[in-house]
C-alpha cells in the first residue's frame, strides 16, 4: 500500500515537472494560449468585482481630521515641488560646472549676449463646459462672423478641452502646456480665440520625456524615450532600453527635444519639465524596453489655469536694434 | 467534494489577488494567496494529487506574473515535493509549524521565482534587497495563511458540518506525533 503511495506520488511528480519542461520548450503560440485560458477563466470574477466596487457609494462627509489630511497633503505636494525645483537647479549647476571643466574658463572676461530667442509663457484659462457651449452656439463671438471674427470649427467640434487663447495671442499646435512646472499636455488645433488641447494621459500625447534617477551627486537624467498617454489617467513611457535601471517611484521629466516635432515647433524651456512618477516598472523577457507606467503629476481636472509656452525674439534684441 | 471546494478557493482566492491585495500592501509587501491555494491543498489533501494543484497554481503564477513558461509549475513542484516529505516525515498538524511551512514555502518560491525570471534580462536586484523583498512578503503570506487557518478552525468549531474531511485530518497520520 505504502509502495503504491510512493510510486503515484512520482508518478504525479514528474507529470508536472514534465509539464513544466513542455510549457518552456513549446512555442510561445502555445504557452500563450494556455494563460490567454486562465485569464478568460478569471474574467468573470474580475467583471463582478468591478462591479462591485463601482456600486458602492462614495461617502461625502469630510471630518476635521480629513480636512487637516488635506492641508498636509497640500503642503507636502508644495515641498515635493519645492525639492523638485532644487533638484533641477543643482543639475543645471552640475552641468555648467561640466561644461566648465571641459571647455575651461576663457582668459578674457565675457559677457553674457543677448540670446535671439526666448521662451515666452502665456497664461490661460481652462474653458468650462458652459463657455464652450455657448462659443457653440456663437452667442459669445457672433458679432463680427462676417468679417471673419468666429471660431474655427476645428476648434469647437473637438471633444478636447479648450483653452482660451488662440492665433491671436501667437498660439501655434504642438504647444506645451503647463501647470506650474507640470507638464499637462500639448496644443492641438488652434482657433482664432481658443484652441484645444491633447493632456498627456490621452491616446493622442506623444512627447519626449527621460527618467531621473536621484544619486549622491544629484539628479541625473537618464536616456531620452517617448512618453504616451493610456487613456485611462495614465501614461506609459516607450523606448527605455534595459540598460536604465528603473525603478518605482522615479520621477519623469521631458527630454531633451521632442521627437515628435519638427525643429522649428520646438518649444523647450531649456530645462527639463515634470511629468509625474514611476506607478510601475516591469521588464518582460526578451524584450528590447521596459515596460513603464507613469502617473501624471498633475490631473486635468483639478486646474483651471495653464501656461502655454511659444518662442518669442527677444524683446531686448529688438529695443537694441 | 475537496476537488470542487479547492477550485473554488483557488477561484476566490485568485480573484483577491488580482483586485483587492494591490490596495492591501504593507511596506512594499504583499501575500502571495495562489500558494496558500497550493498549501491548503498540501494540508487538506496529503496525497501526490497535491501536484496537480502544483501544475494549477504555477500556470497561475506564470500567467499574472509574465513569467518565462513552466518556470512557476517547475519550482512549485520541486516546492512542494519537499514540502510534502516534510509534512509526511514529521506529521505536520500544529498551527506553528504550519505558519513555519508557509513562510518558508512562500520565501523560497519568491525568491527563486524572482531570480529565474529576471537572470534572463539581467536586471536581478542586489541579494539583500531581494532577500528583504521576499521574506516580507513570505512573512505576509504566511500571517494571512494562519488567519485563514484560524478561520477554518472557527467556523468548524461553530457549523457541525462535515466537509468530508477537514483540515486537521487526524486518521491520516500515526499515534506517535501528538502535536
Not at chain 1, 471660431?151 to 479648450?162: A, C, H, Q, Y
Not at chain 1, 531621473?212 to 524615450?225: M, W
Not at chain 1, 516607450?238 to 519638427?262: C, M, N
Not at chain 2, 477561484?11 to 489577488?17: H, K, N
Amino acid at each position: 500500500m505504502k509502495r503504491e503511495t510512493r510510486s503515484s506520488e512520482i508518478k504525479l511528480a514528474l507529470l508536472a515537472i514534465l509539464t513544466g519542461i513542455c510549457l518552456y520548450a513549446v512555442p510561445s503560440a502555445y504557452s500563450d494560449r494556455v494563460s490567454n485560458l486562465i485569464r478568460d477563466v478569471s474574467k468573470p470574477g474580475l467583471i463582478l468585482v468591478q462591479q462591485f466596487k463601482d456600486w458602492q457609494p462614495q461617502t461625502a462627509e469630510v471630518s476635521p481630521e480629513l480636512s487637516r489630511v488635506k492641508q498636509l497633503e497640500t503642503r507636502l505636494s508644495e515641498l515635493q515641488q519645492e525639492n523638485r525645483r532644487l533638484a533641477l537647479q543643482s543639475l543645471q549647476v552640475n552641468e555648467d560646472l561640466q561644461y566648465l571643466k571641459q571647455t575651461g574658463v576663457p582668459a578674457y572676461q565675457t559677457q553674457t549676449g543677448e540670446r535671439l530667442l526666448v521662451p515666452d509663457l502665456i497664461e490661460a484659462e481652462l474653458l468650462g463646459q458652459s463657455s464652450i457651449a455657448l462659443l457653440k452656439e456663437g452667442q459669445l463671438l457672433n458679432q463680427g462672423r462676417e468679417r471673419g471674427v468666429f471660431e474655427s470649427s476645428f476648434v469647437l467640434e473637438s471633444e478636447l478641452p479648450l483653452i482660451d487663447q488662440g492665433t491671436q495671442q501667437g498660439v501655434q499646435a504642438g504647444f506645451s502646456l503647463y501647470a506650474g512646472q507640470a507638464v499637462i499636455g500639448k496644443i492641438s488645433e488652434v482657433g482664432h480665440w481658443t484652441s484645444s488641447l491633447i493632456p498627456i494621459t490621452s491616446v493622442d500625447y506623444r512627447g519626449s520625456a527621460r527618467i531621473a534617477r536621484k544619486t549622491e551627486q544629484g539628479l541625473q537624467l537618464g536616456t531620452d524615450g517617448i512618453l504616451v498617454g493610456m487613456g485611462e489617467g495614465k501614461c506609459q513611457l516607450l523606448q527605455i532600453p534595459p540598460t536604465e535601471s528603473i525603478q518605482v517611484g522615479q520621477e519623469v521629466y521631458t527630454g531633451e527635444v521632442d521627437r515628435e516635432l519638427p525643429l522649428n515647433m520646438q518649444s523647450t524651456l531649456g530645462q527639463p519639465m515634470y511629468y509625474g512618477r514611476v506607478i510601475e516598472a516591469e521588464l518582460p523577457r526578451g524584450a528590447p524596453y521596459w515596460k513603464i507606467i507613469v502617473e501624471p503629476a498633475v490631473k486635468l481636472a483639478e486646474v483651471k489655469q495653464v501656461s502655454v509656452l511659444r518662442k518669442i525674439v527677444n524683446p531686448r534684441r529688438m529695443l537694441a536694434n | 467534494m475537496k476537488w470542487i471546494s479547492l477550485l473554488l478557493f483557488c477561484y476566490l482566492m485568485l480573484i483577491v489577488q488580482i483586485s483587492f491585495v494591490p490596495d492591501a500592501i504593507i511596506a512594499g509587501s504583499r501575500p502571495n494567496l495562489i500558494l496558500l491555494v497550493l498549501c491548503f491543498a498540501l494540508f487538506w489533501l496529503r496525497d501526490a494529487q497535491v501536484f496537480l494543484w502544483a501544475i494549477l497554481t504555477g500556470l497561475i503564477c506564470e500567467t499574472f506574473d509574465a513569467a518565462i513558461p513552466g518556470t512557476g509549475i517547475l519550482l512549485l513542484t520541486c516546492l512542494v515535493w519537499m514540502a510534502f516529505r516534510v509534512q509526511a516525515h514529521f506529521q505536520i498538524r500544529s498551527l506553528i509549524s504550519r505558519f513555519v511551512l508557509m513562510a518558508v514555502m512562500a520565501f523560497a518560491f519568491d525568491s527563486l521565482f524572482q531570480i529565474l525570471n529576471r537572470l534572463d534580462a539581467k536586471m536581478l536586484p542586489d541579494l539583500i534587497s531581494l532577500t528583504r523583498h521576499s521574506a516580507g512578503n513570505a512573512l505576509y503570506t504566511a500571517v494571512v495563511g494562519m488567519g485563514l487557518l484560524l478561520a477554518c478552525k472557527i467556523i468548524q468549531r461553530l457549523i457541525p458540518v462535515d466537509f468530508g474531511q477537514n483540515l486537521q485530518n487526524r486518521t491520516a497520520y500515526e499515534s506517535r506525533f501528538s502535536h
